[in-house]
């Protein structure tokens, strides 16, 4: 059993940066596909960015591109969303999620197999 613990989340203006982190407890972190994802009130939880354990590869969603960056410390056991020039749009819950075997279907919540609780993001207009 993987635990996931999220942290970094808050209250900020538009136009603010913001970094999650996401510790694993595992001594195979570097094994897993680490992803974010986000659930804004009345909406489904939806993919932000992932970073695969091989080669760092990243994909982002196209609401995020260019604004996010994602990035991993494997020595640390953790895992990074970078968070500038934050919109109202972006106010959620955001997640963090381990995948043992990520295949192409990145966005799909179905691939990953653990989670974290989430910590709240709020951007003020």
């Known amino acids: 059993q993987v635990q996931l613990v999220e942290s970094g989340g808050g209250l900020v203006q538009a136009g603010d940066s913001l970094r999650l982190s996401c510790v694993a407890s595992?001594?195979?972190?570097?094994?897993?596909?680490m992803g974010w994802f986000r659930q804004a009130p009345g909406k489904e939880r939806e993919f932000v960015s992932v970073i695969r354990w091989k080669g760092g590869i990243t994909h982002y969603a196209d609401s995020v591109t260019g604004r996010f960056t994602i990035s991993r410390d494997n020595a640390r056991n953790t895992v990074f969303l970078q968070m500038n020039s934050l919109k109202p749009e972006d106010t959620a819950v955001y997640y963090c999620?381990?995948?043992?075997?990520?295949?192409?279907?990145?966005?799909?919540?179905?691939?990953?197999?653990?989670w974290g609780q989430g910590t709240q993001v709020t951007v003020s207009s």
């Open positions: 999620a381990a995948s043992v075997n990520l295949g192409s279907r990145y966005e799909a919540l179905q691939q990953y197999n653990y």
């Open positions: 595992t001594r195979t972190f570097r094994s897993y596909a």
